[in-house]
């Protein structure tokens, strides 16, 4: 019996999961920022938009606003994205026996 394994791993999660909560940032360069803080921050997530800019997770948002001066900064939120991920973690369960959860947006089957 061959075995096949899919690798899920989703792009730009956190700035993907907001632009979908909220269709005003769709097809927007936003940057999710960490949690209470808006300034003074690292981002830990953007969008694809931002990403075709230049900016990377991982900047502050200052260095974000270099590239983009455009970009929408969006406070992170934590209990969503979980909420997203288990929505679809019982969605990829009726498509395999094995789910084997790497991290909240990484996933085998």
């Known amino acids: 019996m061959t075995k096949i394994i899919f690798h899920i791993d ?6 993907t999961v907001e632009q979908q909560a909220n269709p005003r940032l769709r097809g927007k360069p936003i940057g999710v920022t960490g949690g209470d803080r808006m300034e003074r921050t690292v981002l830990g997530a ?5 990403k075709a800019k230049g900016v990377r997770g991982g ?8 590239f983009c001066p455009d ?3 969006v406070r992170g939120d ?3 994205y ?3 991920t288990k929505r679809f ?5 009726n498509f395999s026996p094995t789910v084997e959860v790497f991290s909240i947006d990484e996933v085998f089957l």
């Not at 989703?10 to 700035?15: E, M, R, V």
């Not at 953007?46 to 931002?50: D, F, L, Q, W």
């Not at 900047?59 to 270099?66: C, I, K």
């Not at 973690?89 to 369960?93: A, D, F, G, R, V």
């Open 10 to 15: 989703f792009n730009s999660y956190f700035a």
């Open 46 to 50: 953007v969008s694809v938009e931002a």
């Open 59 to 66: 900047m502050t948002l200052a260095e974000a606003r270099e």
């Open 71 to 73: 970009i929408i900064p």
């Open 78 to 80: 934590s209990d969503k």
């Open 82 to 84: 979980l909420e997203c």
């Open 89 to 93: 973690l019982n969605i990829l369960k």
